[in-house]
């Protein structure tokens, strides 16, 4: 019971990590239906980011102290992630806006190697990995049975708070009923006064910001990443995405609890062990498929006038 | 007075041949001018990881080589010829190292090759040196059936032209087995493995001996291998409260584990053989108290390895030799010694390989790892292993011995 409640647990915080940069993929699907592989690079070079931040621009008085060292790692690592976003958005996916599909796909998947081995050359010493600094509280967290780190317990409360905000303001502002015009169909937005150019700068510019608080809270928490954590992180974010229903916000979110939980739950009771985690996660999405092609809380394709 | 300025003159000539060779990766030749090089020049081939995660061990690999044939070409050790070293990065990856075999194997000048770093990549390059009949020694494969073949109770030789300065995994896995049941008194025992090669190799030999010396292994468990997030794998190792920890695997993975097997309230030693034997294990993770073992003696203790170490810190490498540098120095120099006897003052053609070949398997000289010579499986009959233990941050040998079975 203990080791299940614990792998539970395990499950959540996994979740909530892939949550984060899930929503990157699907909010940027359910704008311009690119699939953005990019993203989970944008994950790993917040992560850096963060890093760089804590080396070269704390001063080492404040290092000690989590509560001044981690906010302004998340703001370096949000800062480097929304930057390399809209340099990628500007100079590699707008000039591809009107191409066929498969164009920015493959294009995406080029700037993601791009990404990987620009950190590889150019960070000092990242072509292995890096101990990173655990700027938070350095404790496990016994609740009950089950024993969680502290900095575990942050991701989950950082994550469903970004998430139900997100939600909130693309439901209830201005700016988030454009993104939802701009979604339907771009054309009667644009006739509506809608500037698709800028609702799009501002999807990458969001999914970006929860992508780089992601990278920083996950170094913060495993206490090392390298230039690979953003393909294996991106990868389940993007599972998690098409489960959930590509293009929902809350399928996204839910998704990534259900694809952490497989993970763990797998590992720990399905036959094969850890060895073949990942074989069920990649089985649930397949049985999802067979019966809602759209993901759980998809909308079916409509057809296009 | 007059003497002492040729002196001078003489370190400054090395001195400028150092920083050259250095800035063009090694491949220059430098080295005494008053060689007779009339005849060419005879290449040494290195293929390790020399980007990625694993390319401290890389780098020593490759520069350990480079001061074996620098050597050489100061001692104008083949007469008539001068060495090159030509390294090719594998990023610890078969198929690139594949690419680079085949690459060194259309060089004519090639007498063979140094490398690679992981079991897993040699399967893929032995094969092609083989078929070309280059000779290849590898300072660091540590999996047996690179030699033996799959069964060991009954081997057969795989690659004729391959041949290992290290010890192998089926000799590190038991000496491990010693050293934590036998002497630490750990009888319950959690394995965890990467799934390649190398990591399964020895941690079978480790569970085979371990089981025998009246240890129980309480769980298995493997893990992927970019994996960086444990929490599954450590929840489900506990409940089985196991007192020792047996990873089969390499520090990028083994350092985060033994941290996150720490927070999460198991506080147990973990243990692996030379693929955590590593100073970034420390940084990742690796705690006070964890063990690793590796081949041969530890390098600085070893009295014929100080000339190594010295001339390695001399020659101003930017990075160490790291844990298979003294083994890399060894199989260059048998390379070239082996030449030496095969070309015995005449022409090189690629015809001399197979004459190569058989040069290094019956060759037989002092190292800086002790005495190299191979058996009749291209093994090193050099059997001795050491314990290490992390203490204060930094690897402390804790126990060497020879495996005697």
Same mark, same amino acid.
């Given at each position: 019971?203990?080791?299940?409640?614990?792998?539970?647990?395990?499950?959540?915080?996994?979740?909530?990590?892939?949550?984060?940069?899930?929503?990157?993929?699907?909010?940027?699907?359910?704008?311009?239906?690119?699939?953005?592989?990019?993203?989970?690079?944008?994950?790993?070079?917040?992560?850096?980011?963060?890093? %760089?931040?804590?080396?070269?621009?704390?001063?080492?008085?404040?290092?000690?102290?989590?509560?001044?060292?981690?906010?302004?790692?998340?703001?370096?690592?949000?800062?480097?992630?929304?930057?390399?976003?809209?340099?990628?958005?500007?100079?590699?996916?707008?000039?591809?806006?009107?191409?066929?599909?498969?164009?920015?796909?493959?294009?995406?998947?080029?700037?993601?190697?791009?990404?990987?081995?620009?950190?590889?050359?150019?960070?000092?010493? %990242?072509?292995?990995?890096?101990?990173?600094?655990?700027?938070?509280?350095?404790?496990?967290?016994?609740?009950?049975?089950?024993?969680?780190?502290?900095?575990?317990?942050?991701?989950?409360?950082?994550?469903?708070?970004?998430?139900?905000?997100?939600?909130?303001?693309?439901?209830?502002?201005?700016?988030?009923?454009?993104?939802?015009?701009?979604?339907?169909?771009?054309?009667?937005?644009?006739?509506?006064?809608?500037?698709?150019?800028?609702?799009?700068?501002?999807?990458?510019?969001?999914?970006?910001?929860?992508?780089?608080?992601?990278?920083?809270?996950?170094?913060?928490?495993?206490?090392?990443?390298?230039?690979?954590?953003?393909?294996?992180?991106?990868?389940?974010?993007?599972?998690?995405?098409?489960?959930?229903?590509?293009?929902?916000?809350?399928?996204?979110?839910?998704?990534?609890?259900?694809?952490?939980?497989?993970?763990?739950?797998?590992?720990?009771?399905?036959?094969?062990?850890?060895?073949?985690?990942?074989?069920?996660?990649?089985?649930?999405?397949?049985?999802?498929?067979?019966?809602?092609?759209?993901?759980?809380?998809?909308?079916?394709?409509?057809?296009?006038? | 007075?007059?003497?002492?300025?040729?002196? %001078?003159?003489?370190?400054?000539?090395?001195?400028?041949?150092?920083?050259?060779?250095?800035?063009?990766?090694?491949?220059?030749?430098?080295?005494?001018?008053?060689?007779?090089?009339?005849?060419?020049?005879?290449?040494?081939?290195?293929?390790?990881?020399?980007?990625?995660?694993?390319?401290?061990?890389?780098?020593?690999?490759?520069?350990?080589?480079?001061?074996?044939?620098?050597?050489?070409?100061?001692?104008? %050790?083949?007469?008539?010829?001068?060495?090159?070293?030509?390294?090719?990065?594998?990023?610890?990856?078969?198929?690139?190292?594949?690419?680079?075999?085949?690459?060194?194997?259309?060089?004519?000048?090639?007498?063979?090759?140094?490398?690679?770093?992981?079991?897993?990549?040699?399967?893929?390059?032995?094969?092609?040196?083989?078929?070309?009949?280059?000779?290849?020694?590898?300072?660091?494969?540590?999996?047996?059936?690179?030699?033996?073949?799959?069964?060991?109770?009954?081997?057969?030789?795989?690659?004729?032209?391959?041949?290992?300065?290290?010890?192998?995994?089926?000799?590190?896995?038991?000496?491990?087995?010693?050293?934590?049941?036998?002497?630490?008194?750990?009888?319950?025992?959690?394995?965890?493995?990467?799934?390649?090669?190398?990591?399964?190799?020895?941690?079978?030999?480790?569970?085979?001996?371990?089981?025998?010396?009246?240890?129980?292994?309480?769980?298995?468990?493997?893990?992927?291998?970019?994996?960086?997030?444990?929490?599954?794998?450590?929840?489900?190792?506990?409940?089985?409260?196991?007192?020792?920890?047996?990873?089969?695997?390499?520090?990028?993975?083994?350092?985060?584990?033994?941290?996150?097997?720490?927070?999460?309230?198991?506080?147990?030693?973990?243990?692996?053989?030379?693929?955590?034997?590593?100073?970034?294990?420390?940084?990742?993770?690796?705690?006070?108290?964890?063990?690793?073992?590796?081949?041969?003696?530890?390098?600085?203790?070893?009295?014929?390895?100080?000339?190594?170490?010295?001339?390695?810190?001399?020659?101003?490498?930017?990075?160490?030799?790291?844990?298979?540098?003294?083994?890399?120095?060894?199989?260059?120099?048998?390379?070239?010694?082996?030449?030496?006897?095969?070309?015995?003052?005449?022409?090189?053609?690629?015809?001399?390989?197979?004459?190569?070949?058989?040069?290094?398997?019956?060759?037989?000289?002092?190292?800086?790892?002790?005495?190299?010579?191979?058996?009749?499986?291209?093994?090193?009959?050099?059997?001795?292993?050491?314990?290490?233990?992390?203490?204060?941050?930094?690897?402390?040998?804790?126990?060497?011995?020879?495996?005697?079975?």
């Amino acid at each position: 019971m203990t080791t299940l409640l614990q792998q539970i647990a395990n499950g959540i915080a996994l979740g909530a990590t892939i949550g984060l940069i899930a929503l990157g993929y699907t909010m940027v699907y359910g704008i311009i239906q690119l699939i953005n592989f990019a993203h989970g690079e944008v994950f790993m070079v917040g992560a850096f980011g963060g890093l %760089a931040v804590h080396r070269w621009l704390l001063p080492e008085a404040w290092q000690g102290d989590w509560y001044i060292s981690l906010p302004l790692m998340i703001v370096g690592g949000v800062v480097v992630a929304v930057t390399i976003a809209l340099i990628m958005e500007r100079f590699a996916y707008r000039p591809l806006r009107n191409a066929p599909r498969l164009a920015p796909l493959i294009t995406a998947l080029g700037v993601s190697i791009v990404l990987q081995e620009a950190i590889r050359i150019w960070f000092p010493n %990242a072509e292995s990995a890096q101990a990173y600094p655990k700027a938070f509280i350095d404790a496990q967290v016994d609740l009950g049975p089950v024993s969680i780190s502290a900095s575990k317990l942050l991701i989950i409360v950082v994550s469903v708070a970004l998430s139900v905000g997100l939600q909130l303001y693309v439901t209830k502002s201005r700016m988030g009923r454009a993104m939802r015009a701009t979604a339907q169909d771009r054309d009667t937005a644009r006739l509506m006064g809608v500037n698709p150019d800028r609702v799009i700068v501002l999807t990458f510019l969001i999914g970006a910001a929860l992508a780089g608080v992601a990278g920083v809270l996950y170094g913060v928490d495993i206490t090392n990443v390298d230039n690979a954590i953003g393909f294996q992180n991106g990868i389940f974010a993007f599972t998690a995405a098409v489960l959930g229903g590509i293009g929902s916000l809350r399928g996204a979110v839910i998704g990534a609890f259900i694809i952490g939980l497989i993970k763990t739950l797998g590992g720990q009771y399905m036959p094969g062990g850890t060895q073949y985690d990942y074989v069920w996660i990649f089985v649930v999405l397949i049985f999802v498929l067979v019966f809602r092609p759209q993901g759980l809380f998809g909308e079916a394709e409509r057809v296009r006038a | 007075m007059k003497a002492s300025a040729l002196v %001078a003159a003489g370190a400054l000539l090395l001195t400028a041949c150092g920083t050259n060779k250095t800035e063009s990766g090694g491949t220059a030749g430098g080295g005494n001018a008053n060689c007779d090089t009339s005849k060419g020049t005879l290449v040494v081939g290195v293929i390790a990881p020399l980007s990625g995660e694993l390319s401290a061990l890389g780098l020593g690999i490759k520069n350990s080589a480079d001061l074996a044939v620098r050597e050489a070409n100061d001692k104008c %050790a083949v007469p008539g010829y001068k060495i090159a070293l030509d390294a090719q990065d594998d990023q610890k990856n078969p198929q690139q190292g594949a690419q680079a075999a085949t690459k060194l194997s259309q060089d004519d000048n090639l007498l063979g090759v140094v490398g690679t770093l992981n079991s897993s990549v040699s399967l893929a390059v032995a094969p092609i040196l083989s078929q070309n009949k280059i000779v290849q020694v590898s300072p660091a494969n540590t999996s047996d059936s690179l030699t033996k073949g799959e069964d060991l109770n009954a081997p057969k030789r795989q690659f004729p032209t391959y041949f290992r300065t290290c010890t192998v995994d089926s000799l590190q896995g038991p000496f491990a087995a010693d050293f934590l049941v036998g002497e630490q008194s750990k009888k319950k025992i959690a394995i965890v493995t990467d799934g390649l090669t190398y990591g399964e190799g020895l941690a079978a030999e480790f569970a085979k001996k371990a089981e025998a010396l009246g240890a129980q292994i309480v769980t298995r468990q493997k893990i992927g291998e970019k994996d960086t997030d444990f929490s599954s794998v450590i929840a489900a190792i506990k409940p089985s409260a196991p007192d020792a920890l047996y990873f089969g695997g390499q520090y990028p993975q083994a350092g985060p584990m033994s941290k996150q097997l720490k927070d999460a309230g198991l506080d147990i030693p973990v243990m692996g053989g030379d693929g955590i034997f590593d100073d970034k294990f420390m940084s990742l993770g690796g705690k006070d108290g964890d063990y690793a073992t590796s081949v041969g003696a530890p390098t600085d203790s070893l009295e014929s390895a100080k000339t190594f170490i010295e001339a390695y810190n001399k020659a101003g490498f930017q990075d160490g030799y790291s844990a298979y540098g003294a083994f890399s120095y060894d199989a260059t120099n048998a390379i070239i010694g082996a030449a030496v006897t095969t070309i015995n003052g005449g022409e090189w053609s690629t015809d001399k390989r197979e004459d190569l070949v058989a040069s290094v398997a019956k060759y037989n000289a002092q190292g800086a790892t002790g005495a190299i010579t191979f058996d009749e499986f291209g093994d090193s009959t050099n059997k001795v292993l050491t314990v290490y233990s992390v203490s204060g941050g930094e690897w402390v040998p804790a126990k060497t011995g020879t495996y005697e079975g």
